[in-house]
């Protein structure tokens, strides 16, 4: 295979082993074996002398991006209804699009397009919302196959409050969800399964105690929806009187990391006791902040949850968010923070450009294991950057080269992508 011969790439490395720390290594060797980082070096060891080496010049290469949360079927109605809320969006955009997946010959076309351009993006990682269509879902995870991505894709879940074209019965959204899974893991190496009940609101408590017994006889991850909006938050709560917040719904039925890896996005309006439950069970959230602002839903404290060693990554949370760039998505978890600060806690300082880095790398890589870093060990992904077109006067440092590419560049600088040691792009 490809992916497993002993390589090396050479331009000025950078990458976050801590939320506090970037390591910058100009002109050094990034070396690749069996499909992990083996090292890297000022000069080649004795013992990699004559492996293939692709000088990538002053080309700066990073850890490939982790994206923790987006919708597959969003992809194709990106930037429309930005002025709704979240629940009017969903009724009037959302749900009328993800209905369309039932015709396949949609959702190839559509989906076509997400995968094409997702590989192209720098996101080499990704937890993905598909619909409540079984085939549909499957279509989804073969384009991915092909493009090289590690992915976990999930067949939607949603039983009831849910419009009547757009609704399962709970038989067969767990007859749907068994054959799914059962055939994505015999067809599938670099997708694989993620349960993903949509959101609390649109799960009948039978539906989500036959998805806990689903995880644990599966040993599945799982992600949904967490705490995003107002609106939601208090729906949530008229639905479960009896529940002490909204992650205490997913809690009650195994759902919240208890049986396996889980991913909530958003987290903007946890209450303490939410945030303490998502510590004690290790839950990840997807910090969203394009789409918390596009949908009105406001802004996350993803300062305070770093600092509190709260597992985290970021999400593009397509089409709430308009973007695939998680260079996007850095700079606007940045953005968002500054705000949080000024108008809403002046005494939780802003993300800084590392600590948002290290979000969309290693901190949500976390989720696919070592994953994120080019720490020995770790799976060898990896973008490698051309700048050149960025307007300079002088010499730049790789920091601020890469500071300028987050805030001022685009998917178009990448000149080759790695997913575990295999070249996807260039």
Known sequence: MAGMKTFAVKGNLLYTPSPSRMVCLPRHFLVCENGRVAGTFPALPEKYAGIDVVDCGNGLIVPGLADLHLHAPQYAFRGLGMDRELLDWLREYTFPEEARYADLAY??????????????????????????????????????????????????????????????????????????IMQSRAEFRNVFPILTPRFAPACSAKLMAALGDLQQKHALPLQSHLSESPAEVAWVKSLFPDCRFYGDVYDR??????????????????????????????????????????????????????????????????????????????????????????????????????????????????????????????????????????????????????????????????????????????
């Open 107 to 180: 959702a190839e076309k559509a989906y076509r397009l997400f995968a094409d351009d997702l590989k192209k993006s720098a996101t080499t990682r990704a937890c993905i919302f598909a619909t409540i269509h079984t085939d549909a879902t499957l279509l989804l995870m073969r384009m991915l196959e092909e493009t090289g991505l590690v992915a976990a894709v999930g067949k939607v879940n949603m039983d009831v409050n849910s419009p009547d074209y757009y609704c399962e019965s709970t038989a067969v959204s767990l007859s749907g969800t068994e054959r799914w």
């Open 253 to 426: 039925f195994g759902l919240f990391g208890s049986n396996g890896p889980t991913v909530m996005a958003h987290c903007v309006y946890s209450s303490a006791d939410e945030v303490e439950l998502i510590g004690k069970r290790g839950v990840f959230i997807a910090h969203c902040p394009q789409s918390n602002v596009n949908l009105s839903s406001g802004i996350a404290p993803a300062k305070a949850y770093l600092e509190s060693g709260l597992r985290m990554g970021l999400g593009s949370d397509i089409a709430g968010g308009f973007s695939l760039s998680g260079f996007r998505g850095i700079s606007d978890a940045i953005q968002v923070s500054k705000l949080r600060f000024r108008l809403q806690d002046d005494s939780q300082r802003p993300l800084s450009l590392t600590e948002a880095f290290y979000l969309a790398t290693k901190g949500g890589g976390a989720f696919f294991g070592k994953v994120g870093s080019f720490e020995a060990g770790y799976e060898f992904d990896a973008l490698v950057l051309d700048d050149r077109s960025l307007p300079a006067t002088g010499e730049l440092a790789p920091e601020d080269r890469l500071s300028r590419l987050v805030y001022l560049g685009d998917d178009r600088c990448i000149r080759r992508k790695y997913v575990s040691g295999k070249k996807i792009l260039g």
